[in-house]
C-alpha cells in the first residue's frame, strides 16, 4: 500500500509503516519516548506496537481515561505535569495510540509543551484513521463544547495499521464509516457509491478504501492547511452534528452517542437544507437519507432538544460574524461554502428526519 504525502508529514498505511518509524526513530536521537494511550488502546494495542519498534531509547506509557468526556484541558495539564516529573525534554518525542479523543489530545499536548515537541499518531479506530489522521488539528472540549481549544501543528507522520480495526465493535466501525461516506459526497460521487454495496464489501481489503478516503480529505487539507476556504467542505454534517453530539454529551438523561451517530444525523439535516435551498434534488436528498437511515438508527428528538441544539450553534467555532456557517452538498460529490439559514429551516428539518 502506498504511502500518502500530506502537509510536511507522510501517511503510512499498513505493516510497512513499522519501518519508516523505526528509520524516523533512527536519524534522530530522541532523549525519550513517551506513549500516550487510553486503558483500550494500552492493552489492546501497545503490545502489538511495542515488539515492532527497533530502539533503544528509553520509554514511558502514559494511560489515560478512554472517552470523550474525558478530552479536557484539566487532562492535559495531568499530563504536562507527568512529563515534566518523567524529565520530558524538547528532544522528547510523542507517540499518540488510540482514537481521535487521544490522537487530538495527544497532538495538542505535543505541540504545547515547552513550545512544542514532535510527535507521531497511530490511529486505532477507523474514524481517527480516515478523519483525524489529516489535517493537523488538535485540540480538547471545553465545557462540553467541542474543540474549542487547539492547535493545527501536524504530526511527523502517521501509521495506518488496519488490523486494529479488529479490535472495535460493529458501532464503533460504523461510526467512523460516517466520515468516509461523508468524504464521498463532498468531493466524490464515486466513493459514495462504492457504499451503497456494503454488504460485499470485503472488509479484509478495507485497506483500498480507507486510502482513497485519507487521499480525499488530505487532497483538501493540502489546499486550504488553514481552513479559510475549501477545507470548510469537510464540515458538512458537522455543523448540526457536533451540536447534537454536545448535547447528548452534557445531558445526563441521554445515552452518549459515538461522533459518526452525530455526523450522520447532521448529514441528513444539512442535506435537508441543501434540497430546500434549491443543491440538491429531491431523488439525491432520497438517496442519502434513506441510505443513512438504513446504517444509523435514527435518533430521537424532543421538542426541547431542537431549541438546544439551534442555540449551541452559537458556539460554532466555523462561525464568522456571529453568523452560523454551513458547507451543503451542492449535488453528490459537490459542495456549497459559507451558507447561511435560517432557524425556521433547520426546525423543518428535524421535522423532516423524524418524520
Known sequence: ?????????????????????????????????????????????????????????????????????????????????????????????????????????????????????????????????????????????????????????????????????????????????????????????????KFKELAEIDFDSFDELIAESVEIKNNIVTQDPTENGIRKALNFGHTLGHAIETLFLENPEKENLLHGEAIAAGMILESYISLKKGLISNEEYSEIKSYLLSIYEPITFEENDKFDIINLLIHDKKNEYGKVQFALLNGIGNISLNQTTDNELIMNSFKDYNG
Open 1 to 193: 500500500m502506498k504511502s500518502i504525502q500530506a502537509n510536511n508529514y507522510t501517511i503510512h498505511i499498513n505493516k510497512e509503516s513499522y519501518t519508516y518509524l523505526n528509520n524516523y526513530l533512527k536519524e534522530n536521537n530522541f532523549s525519550k519516548i513517551f506513549f500516550i494511550a487510553d486503558e483500550n488502546t494500552n492493552e489492546l494495542c501497545l503490545p502489538k506496537i511495542l515488539p515492532l519498534i527497533e530502539t533503544e531509547v528509553p520509554f514511558e506509557i502514559i494511560e489515560l481515561e478512554a472517552g470523550e468526556e474525558n478530552k479536557t484541558i484539566e487532562t492535559c495539564t495531568q499530563v504536562w505535569k507527568v512529563l515534566i516529573e518523567l524529565g520530558a525534554d524538547r528532544k522528547s518525542l510523542i507517540i499518540n495510540i488510540g482514537g481521535g479523543v487521544i490522537t487530538d489530545m495527544g497532538g495538542f499536548i505535543a505541540s504545547t509543551y515547552k513550545r512544542g515537541i514532535p510527535f507521531i499518531n497511530i490511529p486505532t479506530t477507523l474514524l481517527s484513521m480516515v478523519d483525524a489522521s489529516v489535517g493537523g488539528k488538535n485540540g480538547v472540549d471545553l465545557d462540553g463544547l467541542k474543540n474549542q481549544i487547539g492547535t493545527i501543528t501536524n504530526p511527523a507522520m502517521v501509521i495506518i495499521d488496519s488490523t486494529f480495526l479488529e479490535t472495535l465493535s460493529q458501532r464503533e466501525m460504523k461510526s467512523g464509516l460516517a466520515e468516509m461516506l461523508k468524504h464521498g459526497l463532498i468531493a466524490k460521487k464515486t466513493h459514495w457509491e
